[in-house]
């Protein structure tokens, strides 16, 4: 293995013996400061959408009547049109009608009329704004997974430097705008942050469960358990004695090329086998979940519940390279990429003395103008649709003219290689391979851009790339708060309508 670098020494430094609630990952008196900022701030939300659109919108017209269905105990019934499993729904008649048991108990102990109860929370208890609340619920629960997450992904870091940068990824605009609608998003990204956590926390059965249940808010997250599982074997591989030393421990810094990646994956694989009685012990809960699933799509004949004809996978390689530019942006103050952009001529220049990684840099660029060609798709939701903020991009981006999406190919290349630049000062290349793979087994077969569809591998992503110091943490908040506020203003207050439906207000989101 190749001599480690002065960064790749400083990212192995043990830390500064943090405090308890650092070393387990638990929440901590700045943790409830800034999980009672956001709350304000997606009570503001939520009051605001919910009164200035009360009715189900967009998505909604299928999720809100089915969980009030589920509310009124109506379990056997389904809307064709909904391609997800009926986690959301789930969870939001169990959480309503608990609450709604409460306050009738309380309003018959302070003597109101039982039959005045009953109406009223007949009228009330699942209405859409109630619903909407339940991901607001989410998004709070989420930044308190993430302020965990980085104590433990980044061991000696003041917790009050990991509860800011929770609130300001709590921010993440996609993310953060559907914790006022009643999405599955919101519900999923929590249960799988959760699965992430309580793994790192090597509580096994329980991160099996929870990762059970946001497959139960969208079929995609059976990858994210797959990649949890993976992360948890390559510590409990890496972690033995008598491997020690291994190809196993290469920061992704390190990885001399492609061979050298062989090499790696080749040497984990081996000693998993090795060790696979081990890892059975600690993996059966994720085992239990795949075979779960696999039977599901056995019995369903897809992976998708309803509306199969408009949901067919397909093969959109370029969705890696929207997801990196995506992320590039989202990201570009954590990610350190303006930095980046200044060390690009110098790592480009270092590359060419390298065989192999002048080959790769020759190769990289034909292959994504290749696969660009080839499997580039224009879903017909995509340009049928003036609602969604992607309508425009790709109308005035990669519409504008037929040389466009190729002239983007530097963009996605340098974003990528910023990106996997400052993962690989910080994680190992096991991870990052994983890491990858499982967001292109994600993203490339959706045949629809949908930046929804992104917010799961850019949380991980973020959460992994370090913590954002001083300036950089302010600016990342500072650019996310500005984004929500543009687009929740075009939502709310700049309403418009199309000629096919006059009186019906359409809005802008993403």
């Not at 629960?141 to 917790?159: E, F, I, N, Q, Y």
């Not at 930095?339 to 003395?353: D, H």
């Not at 959706?446 to 992503?461: A, G």
């Not at 009186?503 to 802008?508: D, I, S, V, Y």
Request: aromatic residues 12%.
């Amino acid at each position: 293995m190749a001599r480690p670098s002065k960064s790749s020494d400083t990212a192995r430094q043990q830390p500064q013996a943090p405090d308890a609630a650092g070393r387990t990952g638990r929440p901590t008196r700045a943790t409830a400061a800034a999980a009672a900022a956001l709350s304000i701030v997606l009570a503001a939300l939520t009051a605001v959408v919910s009164t200035s659109v009360p009715e189900p919108y967009m998505d909604e017209i299928f999720h809100v009547p089915m969980a009030q269905k589920y509310c009124q105990g109506r379990f056997d019934e389904w809307d064709p049109k909904i391609t997800t499993p009926p986690g959301l729904y789930l969870v939001a008649a169990a959480l309503l009608s608990s609450l709604r048991s409460a306050g009738h108990a309380a309003g018959l102990a302070l003597g109101a009329d039982s039959a005045v109860l009953a109406t009223l929370e007949a009228a009330g208890a699942c209405s859409t704004a109630n619903l909407r609340a339940i991901n607001a619920g989410f998004g709070i629960g989420t930044l308190v997974l993430m302020d965990c997450l980085l104590s433990k992904l980044h061991p000696g870091a003041r917790r009050s430097t990991t509860a800011f940068a929770a609130l300001a990824i709590s921010l993440m605009p996609v993310a953060f705008f559907f914790h006022s609608l009643f999405y599955t998003d919101s519900g999923s990204t929590f249960f799988v942050l959760w699965a992430y956590l309580l793994s790192l926390q090597d509580r096994f059965l329980m991160s099996g469960i929870a990762a059970f249940v946001s497959v139960w808010f969208r079929q995609t997250n059976i990858i994210w358990t797959v990649f949890i599982a993976a992360t948890v074997a390559f510590r409990k591989v890496g972690s033995s004695k008598s491997d020690a030393g291994t190809t196993a421990h290469c920061l992704g810094t390190e990885l001399r090329g492609v061979i050298h990646l062989v090499q790696i994956v080749s040497a984990f694989v081996l000693h998993a086998l090795w060790h696979l009685p081990r890892l059975l012990l600690v993996l059966w809960p994720y085992v239990l979940c795949v075979g779960a699933f696999v039977g599901f799509v056995a019995v369903n004949g897809s992976i998708v519940l309803g509306d199969k004809d408009n949901h067919m996978a397909g093969i959109h390689v370029p969705q890696l390279y929207y997801f990196a530019g995506f992320s590039a942006f989202f990201a570009l103050f954590p990610a350190q990429v303006l930095q980046s952009l200044l060390a690009a001529p110098g790592a480009l220049f270092r590359s060419l003395g390298h065989p192999e990684s002048a080959a790769i840099m020759l190769a990289a660029p034909a292959v994504m103008l290749e696969t660009i060609r080839r499997f580039t798709i224009e879903h017909p939701f995509l340009l049928a649709d003036n609602r969604h903020f992607t309508f425009y991009i790709w109308k005035n981006v990669f519409r504008r003219h037929p040389a466009a999406r190729y002239a983007l190919v530097p963009g996605y290349l340098f974003a990528g290689w910023a990106l996997l630049r400052r993962l690989g000062a910080k994680q190992h290349v096991l991870w990052i391979a994983a890491f990858v793979g499982a967001t292109a087994l994600v993203l490339v077969p959706s045949p629809l851009l949908e930046f929804r569809y992104f917010i799961v591998p850019y949380m991980l992503l973020r959460l992994h790339v370090g913590l954002a110091g001083g300036a950089a943490a302010v600016l990342e908040l500072a650019q996310a708060a500005a984004i929500n506020a543009a687009a929740v203003w075009l939502f709310v207050a700049r309403p418009f309508e199309w000629p096919s439906e006059p009186g019906a207000a359409q809005r802008f989101m993403w």
